[in-house]
């Protein structure tokens, strides 16, 4: 049985690896619309926000948090932690490009470690916090349903 400590840790490194695939898909996308399609840089940033959650809420659900809650209630939930940080995000984004004249990618990796860190505990204590590993214990509950059947059909039998 592991430790609740080494549980955390793993499900927090389950979390950063997953952040960063969903990373290489912000700046790839923001890349292909800011360098190739000369998008304006917002729309470019929240398009590729949108394409990195989207793929980053999928996976840490199934296999970070291992939630079996209400997807479209987590969904929710996430989308009103990014009606939040979009907003700021893009003001620091362009307070940063535009006024003080920082190049956007490393303006970009800055708010993405900022979304990295705050978007965790978002999700660890509110989006998924009594949810967490309900689909381990609902898998486990209909497995020792089906042998509890398989059972009492063997014993019918005899």
Request: proline share 3%; net charge neutral.
């Amino acid at each position: 049985m592991e430790s609740k400590g080494k549980t955390e840790f793993i499900r927090s490194v389950k979390f950063l690896l997953f952040s960063m695939s969903a990373g290489a898909i912000q700046i790839g996308s923001f890349t292909l619309m800011n360098e190739v399609w000369h998008l304006p840089y917002w729309v470019s940033y929240l398009v590729a926000l949108v394409l990195s959650v989207l793929w980053n809420f999928t996976l840490n659900r199934k296999f970070t948090f291992k939630s079996a809650n209400n997807i479209p209630i987590a969904m929710l939930k996430v989308a009103g932690y990014y009606a939040v940080f979009t907003p700021l995000s893009t003001m620091l984004e362009h307070y940063l490009t535009m006024t003080l004249g920082w190049n956007e990618y490393p303006v970009t990796f800055i708010n993405m470690f900022i979304n990295l860190v705050t978007e965790f505990l978002f999700q660890r204590f509110f989006v998924f916090g009594k949810s967490i590993d309900s689909a381990v214990a609902k898998k486990k509950s209909a497995e020792a349903e089906a042998e509890t059947e398989a059972y009492a059909g063997a014993n019918r039998e005899e």
